[in-house]
């Protein structure tokens, strides 16, 4: 009786260590997974890339796309540094007022790195205590081919853009074509400054010279147009002044409207002031100033830009009144005239 009870008891124990084996097993390869040693590429991005050859950078995040992003932006900050200095340098170099330049230093603070050829995430990493790793790489030989064949393309039609110039020589269509071709010059720099980070034996000499040489056009041709100014309905010529001062500060000559010849353009204004009748329970006085305007091309009379407005302007005293309608009328035609222009090189 006792060997069958022993014999029952051998085998019940056989049975449930064998049921056990894989439970075991199973729970040793658990351990062994979460126990596993992180990547090299985490403490050393370039583990297994050629520094000569890549530009790599590790991101970290909660979620694998907050790495992902990390990494990448890391990467073009790698290629960001360099052309930021330089553009901060060129901002601040500028020191004059004029509308004309600050618009052009306007332009090279607008580049930017938005989607960069041959940048790519290689590797994840997923950790539970420290969550998320993205391994980004740039293979600077892609990048490179890449950032090649655009500055070839933007300077073919840097060149296109300049011949029109010519052929409009004197008139605001010049000026279009040669701001258009300095931004895009303005991108070839910032491509080839990428390019010399990417491949330093890499040199780019451009068959336009340079975005400098392009400024120095612009604003020679600016230079070269001359508008006629007339105001009317301006009785102490503070508008016409205004007017005037809008127009210079983009280079161009201005004429007295009333003298004025060959100007290639013409610039005429309407000004008049309303003085409202002041209301019984109110001490307020008001009035009221209309302004239109228009430039237009003296050889074919056709209306190049046009704008109008109105604004009423309330003062404790009637001559109070007359004078903040007179300031609204100066900063009107400043303002618009300067938007305007600015719009039309825009298109």
């Given at each position: 009786m006792k060997k069958l009870i022993s014999g029952r008891a051998d085998a019940f124990c056989s049975r449930t260590l064998h049921r056990a084996v894989p439970v075991i097993l199973l729970v040793f390869t658990a351990a062994g997974a979460f126990a596993r040693k992180a990547p090299a590429w985490i403490d050393n991005p370039y583990s297994g890339y050629d520094e000569k050859s890549y530009i790599c950078a590790v991101g970290t995040g909660l979620k694998s796309d907050d790495a992902d992003k990390k990494a990448l932006s890391d990467v073009a900050a790698v290629l960001q540094q360099n052309i930021s200095s330089v553009e901060r340098v060129q901002q601040a170099a500028s020191s004059e007022g004029l509308n004309l330049s600050s618009y052009l230093v306007d332009v090279?603070?607008?580049?930017?790195?938005?989607?960069?050829?041959?940048?790519?995430?290689?590797?994840?990493?997923?950790?539970?205590k420290n969550g998320?790793?993205?391994?980004?790489?740039?293979?600077k030989g892609v990048a490179s081919k890449s950032y090649s064949l655009l500055l070839n393309k933007n300077s073919l039609e840097i060149e296109s853009l300049l011949d029109l110039a010519e052929q409009k020589s004197g008139s605001l269509d010049e000026?279009?074509?040669?701001?258009?071709?300095?931004?895009?010059?303005?991108?070839?720099?910032?491509?080839?400054?990428?390019?010399?980070?990417l491949k330093p034996a890499a040199h780019h000499s451009f068959s336009y010279g340079s975005s400098g040489e392009i400024s120095a056009r612009i604003k020679k041709a600016f230079g070269?147009?001359?508008?006629?100014?007339?105001?009317?309905?301006?009785?102490?010529?503070r508008i016409n002044a205004a007017a005037g001062e809008a127009?210079?500060?983009?280079?161009?000559r201005t004429q007295d409207g009333a003298a004025a010849r060959n100007a290639a353009y013409s610039f005429t204004a309407d000004v008049s002031f309303e003085d409202i009748e002041k209301s019984a329970s109110s001490d307020i006085y008001f009035t009221r100033c209309i302004v239109s305007w228009s430039l237009k091309e003296a050889s074919s009379g056709n209306t190049v830009l046009a704008s109008s407005g109105n604004s009423r302007q309330g003062k404790l005293s009637r001559a109070e009144a007359r004078q903040s309608a007179v300031r609204t009328a100066e900063m009107f035609v400043k303002e618009n005239f300067s938007s305007q222009i600015t719009q039309f090189f825009e298109k």
């Open positions: 090279t603070t607008q580049s930017d790195i938005k989607n960069i050829s041959g940048l790519s995430i290689k590797e994840r990493y997923k950790d539970k998320c790793y993205s391994l980004a790489v740039l293979d000026c279009r074509n040669l701001i258009q071709a300095y931004k895009i010059a303005r991108e070839n720099d910032y491509y080839a400054a990428l390019l010399a980070v070269k147009i001359t508008v006629s100014v007339l105001v009317n309905g301006d009785s102490d010529g127009i210079n500060g983009f280079g161009f």
